[in-house]
């Protein structure tokens, strides 16, 4: 009995001095949260650093396009003796472009713009998302391993290059297809044909990207119900990853949109207005590097007007930016 007894006496004090012993063990231990990281704290402030400074280049280019446009604006209807927002509405909608001669009608520029556009997008969304299918779903690792970076070397290829690649080889062969009454020597087919090729690497590497995330046990469900391969990429993969194909798109559209050499050499000059591919047509940025020499006047009409077409192109690819993140975020999927 009395060995029960101090059995029990000794589990009481054990008991009542384990609290103890666990509070003396929480207070001794080192706290994680207050131990110093220098490495990572300079890392962190690196990194909003950088995140800093790109917000404020953003901000500077916007406000300085702003400060140098405006001049075109007030210049431009002050000589057609009309109001600023009347003078939007005739920059939009007006189907020539002469600063010089009062005639501001931007829309020749950005006619030849989405024309080329839309030309690269039918032929790098099709290619690209072909090869990034082939590459996730098909390919072997080591073809995989080998195929992918030399699929990307077409990224880093000077754009100065492939404009003169679809003036002197895609433009003579394109006439001597469809004959050279028909194809003018500098054409926007040409042009938009190089400039698909040229952003099909960035296409298909982030679809692939978007492909590849796609959990393995979505592709395993669809086996289980008896699906084969081409259906289970058809319809379970590459909807899980539409989120990624889209941004990729959008991305590659604001990519052929802000190109600048290959429409300066291959697409033409001069501001027409003209819906025939074949032809040759001035985009935005090929009217920019044209008149942007050392003989422009500063604060001339045609000067200020530089500034006026890079601000629409800012707000073309701000809102194609906005377009992908909108449907990124509705056809999100978190797995």
């Known amino acids: 009995m009395e060995a029960r007894l101090d059995v029990r006496r000794k589990s009481d004090l054990l008991a009542a001095a384990l609290p103890a012993r666990q509070q003396a063990t929480r207070t001794q231990a080192p706290s994680l949260n207050r131990k110093p990281r220098i490495g990572e704290s300079v890392i962190q402030a690196l990194l909003m650093f950088c995140g800093a400074v790109s917000v404020v280049t953003t901000v500077a280019i916007v406000i300085i396009l702003g400060r140098e446009a405006l001049p075109f604006f007030s210049t431009g209807a002050a000589t057609l003796g009309v109001s600023i927002p009347e003078f939007l509405g005739k920059f939009f909608t007006g189907t020539q472009w002469q600063p010089q001669g009062a005639l501001f009608g931007v829309l020749p520029l950005v006619l030849a713009t989405v024309i080329t556009s839309l030309i690269a997008m039918l032929v790098a969304v099709p290619l690209g ?55 003018q020597f500098q054409n926007m087919l040409s042009a938009g044909l190089i400039m698909g090729f040229m952003i099909l690497p960035t296409i298909s590497s982030i679809s692939e990207d978007a492909l590849s995330a796609v959990p393995r046990s979505l592709r395993e469900a669809s086996y289980g119900l008896s699906a084969n391969r081409f259906e289970t990429t058809i319809k379970v993969v590459v909807p899980a990853a539409l989120s990624g194909i889209v941004a990729a798109t959008i991305l590659g559209i604001s990519r052929a949109v802000g190109e600048t050499m290959i429409v300066a050499l291959a697409a033409g000059s001069g501001p027409n207005l003209d819906f025939n591919p074949l032809h040759a047509a001035e985009t935005m940025t090929g009217h920019i590097v044209r008149i942007s020499t050392g003989e422009l006047s500063y604060n001339s009409i045609d000067y200020n007007s530089l500034f006026a077409i890079g601000l629409l192109l800012f707000v073309i690819t701000l809102g194609l930016n906005l377009i992908s993140r909108a449907i990124t975020n509705r056809y999100r999927e978190v797995y």
């Open 129 to 183: 998302l072909a090869a990034a299918i082939y590459l996730s779903e098909y390919a072997s690792p080591n073809v995989r391993a080998t195929l992918k970076p030399i699929l990307e070397i077409l990224a880093g290829v000077p754009t100065v290059v492939y404009g003169f690649f679809a003036l002197q080889t895609v433009s003579p062969a394109l006439r001597d297809m469809l004959g050279r009454d028909i194809v």
